[in-house]
């Protein structure tokens, strides 16, 4: 991708909405990649691909980009003057400075780690779900970010419906799918007591 952009004078936007800010083990679901010229296999070896820019928000409280320095490049680019969109969390001093004291607790609580193990717990029970249940498939996930697939639409609403009346709240995606994206903070504990009700419920259908 970062090769056929550079090639083709396009810059490379990842949209970081959604996965961004430690939910998939890393501080951006993008840093899992490997750059387009590493052969090596290993992540562990590698630095990451950077992007020209990164959309953020979501458990930012606040909504933005980050831009690199080939956005430079870009004659007459957004930037060069002063500019306001309209968003959900504008970015007004208190959001940056919420933000600001969430980035701090992240970095002094390990949550960011603590999201990748307890993610490999998460969807290990997910995977112990799809091997009880045959209505469960294609249990998934990176870090905290994990997802299952139910048979069709009726049956994920209906599950999704029960774990609401036991307060496990769950999110639809796409036509059959149950996915979570739950807080950085999350405990084994608090995964087991979430399995156990999706157990439960699933039993009921």
């Not at 630095?47 to 980050?66: A, N, Y």
């Not at 608090?190 to 419920?201: L, R, V």
Request: glycine fraction near 8%.
């Amino acid at each position: 991708m970062k090769d056929l952009c550079l090639e083709n004078d396009m810059l490379l936007v990842f949209d970081e909405v959604q996965t961004g800010v430690g939910i998939t083990g890393e501080m951006w679901a993008h840093q899992h990649l490997c750059k387009v010229s590493c052969d090596c296999g290993s992540l562990t070896r590698c630095q990451p691909m950077e992007p020209d820019i990164i959309s953020f928000g979501k458990k930012t409280q606040c909504c933005g980009i980050f831009a690199g320095k080939r956005l430079d490049e870009v004659e007459n680019n957004v930037f060069h003057e002063s500019s306001r969109i309209n968003s959900t969390w504008g970015g007004n001093l208190v959001d940056m400075v919420r933000f600001t004291i969430y980035l701090e607790i992240i970095e002094k609580e390990n949550l960011v780690s603590k999201a990748r193990n307890n993610g490999l717990y998460l969807l290990e029970q997910l995977n112990g779900l799809q091997a009880e249940f045959d209505s469960i498939s294609n249990a998934r996930g990176k870090g905290l970010f994990c997802a299952f697939d139910l048979p069709n639409t009726e049956l994920r609403d209906s599950l999704a419906s029960k774990l609401m009346d036991n307060k496990v709240i769950v999110l639809g995606s796409g036509k059959r799918s149950i996915r979570f994206r739950p807080h950085l903070n999350i405990t084994k504990q608090d995964i087991d007591k979430g399995i156990s009700a999706i157990k439960n419920c699933l039993k009921s259908l």
